[in-house]
């Protein structure tokens, strides 16, 4: 990332109505090409190009494949609370959050230090990860494993008022 990047990562960006869009259009299809959001939303093609590569450059936007564990036989998912020594979250944080099993991380405030969520072939696999590597990281002092029975909701985006207030009226417009 150059200077000019850095400096634009840096500021925040206001998306506006057709941002929202843009981001709808990207939501539903991240494939979907410069020139075909250009036609739905009747802009010029430079226009949104100009826009995504905003949009991504500002941080706002992110565009990545998402893939369902349970179709490349991943069929445990579980979310693991661990309670850390306090002077070593940051670091047990960032060995557990590089895990390849590891989908999600994050620091918490509360009974638990940190929260992941991972997903594994098995229950020895699991058995494994807990015991013979996630309890042996230097810090950790004790974990409480959920296993997920059946995942109802996967969103991999984040639904906000920034995008789904334009729904309706984008439908209209894929429509036409």
């Known amino acids: 990332m150059n200077d000019d990047q850095s400096r634009r990562r840096g500021r925040q960006l206001q998306p506006d109505e057709l941002d929202r869009q843009i981001i709808r259009m990207l939501r539903a299809d991240g494939r979907r090409s410069n020139r075909e959001i250009a036609r739905r939303l009747d802009v010029p ?3 949104a190009r100009y826009r995504v590569r905003r949009l991504i450059e500002s941080g706002v936007l992110n565009i990545t494949a998402s893939v369902e564990p349970e179709h490349l036989g991943y069929a445990m998912t579980s979310v693991v609370s661990v309670q850390v020594e306090p002077e ?3 670091d047990v944080a960032a060995e557990i959050a590089a895990m390849p099993e590891v989908m999600w991380a994050a620091i918490m405030a509360g009974a638990h230090d940190v929260l992941i969520m991972a997903s594994f072939r098995d229950q020895d696999e699991m058995y494994r990860f807990i015991t013979d590597r996630l309890a042996r990281i230097p810090g950790t002092l004790r974990t409480e494993t ?5 995942i109802v909701k996967r969103q991999h985006e984040w639904a906000t008022d920034l995008t789904s207030w334009i729904e309706t009226d984008l439908q209209l417009v894929e429509n036409d």
């Open 88 to 90: 070593r979250i940051n």
């Open 146 to 150: 959920s296993v997920a029975l059946r």
């Open 45 to 47: 093609e430079a226009t």
